[in-house]
C-alpha cells in the first residue's frame, strides 16, 4: 500500500491504532508523533496511589512499536494541522505529509469553568489525571500528610476521562490511610448525585473504611464553586461552606485535547464529533479522531474503549485504501475498580453502531453482582493486574 498515515498522540489510542496499521498492512507507512518518550498509564495509577504497586512499572516505552511493528515514531509536539495541506507541523521536526491522519491527544483541562485555581498550582494541588509525575506529587503529599489530616478528592462534572476513577482514588487513598494513618479522613466533593458503580462502591467503602470517607454529592452542597490555593480550601454551595485540606486533589473539568481545539476538530460540547461507525470528524476530511477525545455514543471514556477504537480505525483506513469493506465489528469496554488489592469488582459491556450511534449490545455487560462475597471480590482484583497486562501488550507490543 503506498500510503502514510500519521497518527498525532501515542497513548492508549494512538499507539494501538499504529500497531494495528502495521499490523493489517504491513507496506503501509505509519509515522506516530508523540512527545513523550516513555507513556505513562493513568490506569493503575490509583494502585500507586494505594500504596501497592510502583510507578516504574506504568511506563510504556516505543521501542516495540518501532522495532517489532515497524512503526516510525517522532518524539515531539504536533504544534499544527494543516487539514487543508495534509500535513502535520511537529514543533522541532519537518512538517509530515499524510494521506490519512489519526488524532488522539487524550484530554485538556478546562481551568476556566472554575474560579481560584489554573495550571500553574498543580504542584500545591495536583490532578493526577495525567500519567506519570502528578501522580508522584499526590502520592508525596498524602505520605508526608500528618495522621488525622483530610485528603479533600474533587471528582469533575461529566462528561470526563474514566467515570470512575475518582471513586476508586478515594477507596485507595482510605487503604493507605488506615494502615499509615489510621485517623485521616477522605472527603469526596462532587458536582454530580451519583457516579458509576456507586452502590458497588458505597458497599465497599462502608465495609472497608467505615467513616473514614464521606461523599457530598451536588444537591447537598458538595459542587466546588471556587479554590484557595494558599489556605488549602475548596468552597462548596454557592460559596457558604469552606472545606479545608491536608492535601486537595482537584480534578479539573474536561474537554478534547488542545490540538484538536486548533484544528478546529471540536464542536460547542468541547469534545470531537465523528461519525461513530468509522470515528472519521465530520468536520474534516480523511481525519479520524479517537480515544478520549472523540465523542463515541456510550462507550465511556476508557484506555480499553480507546485500544478498541484503535483497532477499528486501523481496519477502516485500511478497508479504505484497499477497497474492501470496512469492517462491522462489535467493541467492547472493560473496567476494573479496585477498593483494596483484595477487593474489585467490574461493568463491562459490548457496543454496536444502531440508528446512528454507538450503542450497547441489548443484554450485554453488566455488573458485578451486588450481594457476593469477599471470596468473589478478590478473584476479580487477581483479574485486574491481568487486564492490565494484556492491554498495555496490546498497545504497546
Ligand atoms: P491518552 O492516553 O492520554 O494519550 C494521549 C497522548 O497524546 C499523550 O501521550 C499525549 O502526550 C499525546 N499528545 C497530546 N497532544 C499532542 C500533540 N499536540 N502532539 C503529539 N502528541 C500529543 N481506563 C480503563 O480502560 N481502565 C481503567 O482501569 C482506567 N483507570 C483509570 C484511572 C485513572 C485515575 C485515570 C485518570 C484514567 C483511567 N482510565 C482507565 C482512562 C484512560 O487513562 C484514558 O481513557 C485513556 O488513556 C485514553 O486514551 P487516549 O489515547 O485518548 O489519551
Given at each position: 500500500?503506498?500510503a502514510?498515515?500519521?497518527?498525532?498522540?501515542?497513548?492508549?489510542?494512538?499507539?494501538?491504532v499504529?500497531?494495528?496499521l502495521?499490523?493489517?498492512?504491513?507496506?503501509?507507512?505509519?509515522?506516530?508523533?508523540?512527545?513523550?518518550?516513555?507513556?505513562?498509564?493513568?490506569y493503575?495509577?490509583?494502585?500507586?496511589?494505594?500504596?501497592?504497586?510502583?510507578?516504574?512499572?506504568?511506563?510504556h516505552?516505543?521501542?516495540?512499536?518501532?522495532?517489532?511493528?515497524?512503526?516510525?515514531?517522532?518524539h515531539?509536539?504536533a504544534e499544527?494541522?494543516?487539514?487543508?495541506?495534509?500535513?502535520?507541523?511537529?514543533?522541532?521536526?519537518?512538517?509530515?505529509?499524510?494521506?490519512?491522519?489519526?488524532v488522539?491527544?487524550g484530554?485538556?483541562?478546562?481551568?476556566?469553568?472554575?474560579e481560584?485555581?489554573?495550571?500553574?498550582?498543580?504542584?500545591?494541588?495536583?490532578?493526577a489525571?495525567?500519567?506519570?509525575?502528578?501522580?508522584?506529587?499526590?502520592?508525596e503529599?498524602i505520605?508526608a500528610?500528618?495522621?488525622?489530616?483530610?485528603?479533600i478528592?474533587?471528582?469533575?462534572?461529566?462528561?470526563?476521562r474514566?467515570?470512575?476513577g475518582?471513586?476508586?482514588?478515594?477507596?485507595?487513598?482510605a487503604?493507605?490511610?488506615k494502615s499509615?494513618?489510621?485517623?485521616?479522613?477522605?472527603?469526596?466533593?462532587?458536582?454530580?448525585?451519583?457516579?458509576?458503580?456507586?452502590?458497588?462502591?458505597?458497599?465497599?467503602?462502608?465495609?472497608?473504611?467505615?467513616?473514614?470517607?464521606?461523599?457530598?454529592?451536588?444537591?447537598?452542597?458538595?459542587?466546588?464553586e471556587?479554590l484557595?490555593?494558599?489556605?488549602?480550601?475548596?468552597?462548596?454551595?454557592g460559596?457558604?461552606?469552606?472545606?479545608?485540606?491536608?492535601?486537595?486533589n482537584?480534578?479539573?473539568?474536561?474537554?478534547?485535547?488542545?490540538i484538536?481545539?486548533?484544528?478546529?476538530?471540536v464542536?460547542?460540547?468541547?469534545?470531537?464529533?465523528?461519525?461513530?461507525?468509522?470515528?472519521?470528524s465530520?468536520?474534516?476530511?480523511?481525519?479520524?479522531?479517537?480515544?478520549?477525545?472523540?465523542?463515541?455514543?456510550?462507550?465511556?471514556?476508557?484506555?480499553h474503549?480507546?485500544?478498541?477504537?484503535?483497532?477499528?480505525?486501523?481496519?477502516?483506513?485500511?478497508?479504505?485504501l484497499?477497497?474492501?469493506p470496512?469492517?462491522d465489528?462489535p467493541?467492547?469496554?472493560?473496567?476494573?475498580?479496585?477498593?483494596?488489592?483484595e477487593?474489585?469488582?467490574?461493568?463491562?459491556?459490548?457496543?454496536?453502531?444502531?440508528?446512528?450511534?454507538?450503542?450497547?449490545v441489548?443484554?450485554?455487560g453488566?455488573?458485578?453482582?451486588?450481594?457476593?462475597?469477599?471470596?468473589?471480590?478478590?478473584?476479580?482484583?487477581?483479574?485486574?493486574?491481568?487486564?492490565y497486562?494484556?492491554?498495555?501488550?496490546?498497545?504497546?507490543?
Amino acid at each position: 500500500l503506498d500510503a502514510r498515515i500519521a497518527v498525532v498522540g501515542g497513548g492508549s489510542a494512538g499507539a494501538t491504532v499504529a500497531r494495528y496499521l502495521k499490523q493489517n498492512a504491513p507496506n503501509l507507512r505509519v509515522t506516530l508523533i508523540e512527545p513523550n518518550e516513555t507513556y505513562y498509564t493513568c490506569y493503575a495509577g490509583n494502585w500507586y496511589l494505594g500504596g501497592f504497586r510502583d510507578l516504574e512499572t506504568l511506563g510504556h516505552g516505543y521501542d516495540n512499536l518501532r522495532e517489532r511493528h515497524g512503526v516510525e515514531v517522532i518524539h515531539d509536539r504536533a504544534e499544527e494541522l494543516d487539514l487543508a495541506g495534509k500535513r502535520v507541523l511537529p514543533r522541532n521536526h519537518d512538517p509530515i505529509r499524510y494521506d490519512r491522519l489519526v488524532v488522539a491527544p487524550g484530554i485538556d483541562f478546562d481551568w476556566e469553568r472554575i474560579e481560584g485555581i489554573d495550571q500553574d498550582d498543580t504542584e500545591q494541588i495536583p490532578h493526577a489525571w495525567e500519567g506519570g509525575r502528578p501522580f508522584r506529587i499526590l502520592r508525596e503529599q498524602i505520605k508526608a500528610m500528618d495522621d488525622g489530616g483530610t485528603v479533600i478528592v474533587c471528582p469533575p462534572e461529566d462528561p470526563f476521562r474514566c467515570p470512575p476513577g475518582p471513586y476508586e482514588r478515594m477507596a485507595l487513598i482510605a487503604h493507605y490511610l488506615k494502615s499509615h494513618k489510621p485517623r485521616a479522613k477522605v472527603l469526596g466533593l462532587d458536582p454530580k448525585d451519583s457516579f458509576s458503580k456507586q452502590s458497588l462502591f458505597k458497599q465497599g467503602w462502608e465495609e472497608l473504611y467505615g467513616d473514614m470517607i464521606e461523599w457530598v454529592p451536588g444537591s447537598e452542597g458538595g459542587a466546588p464553586e471556587r479554590l484557595s490555593v494558599s489556605d488549602r480550601k475548596v468552597f462548596t454551595d454557592g460559596g457558604a461552606q469552606a472545606h479545608r485540606g491536608d492535601v486537595i486533589n482537584f480534578i479539573p473539568p474536561q474537554r478534547a485535547g488542545a490540538i484538536a481545539w486548533k484544528a478546529d476538530l471540536v464542536d460547542d460540547s468541547g469534545w470531537c464529533p465523528v461519525d461513530q461507525e468509522t470515528f472519521r470528524s465530520q468536520k474534516h476530511d480523511d481525519v479520524y479522531v479517537i480515544g478520549d477525545a472523540a465523542i463515541a455514543g456510550a462507550m465511556p471514556k476508557s484506555a480499553h474503549s480507546a485500544n478498541n477504537q484503535g483497532k477499528l480505525v486501523a481496519a477502516t483506513i485500511v478497508g479504505e485504501l484497499t477497497g474492501e469493506p470496512t469492517p462491522d465489528f462489535p467493541t467492547v469496554n472493560t473496567c476494573y475498580s479496585l477498593v483494596s488489592p483484595e477487593w474489585a469488582f467490574t461493568i463491562a459491556a459490548v457496543f454496536e453502531h444502531r440508528d446512528g450511534e454507538i450503542r450497547e449490545v441489548e443484554g450485554s455487560g453488566g455488573l458485578s453482582p451486588e450481594d457476593e462475597d469477599q471470596d468473589f471480590r478478590q478473584i476479580e482484583a487477581i483479574y485486574a493486574p491481568g487486564w492490565y497486562e494484556s492491554i498495555t501488550k496490546d498497545m504497546f507490543g
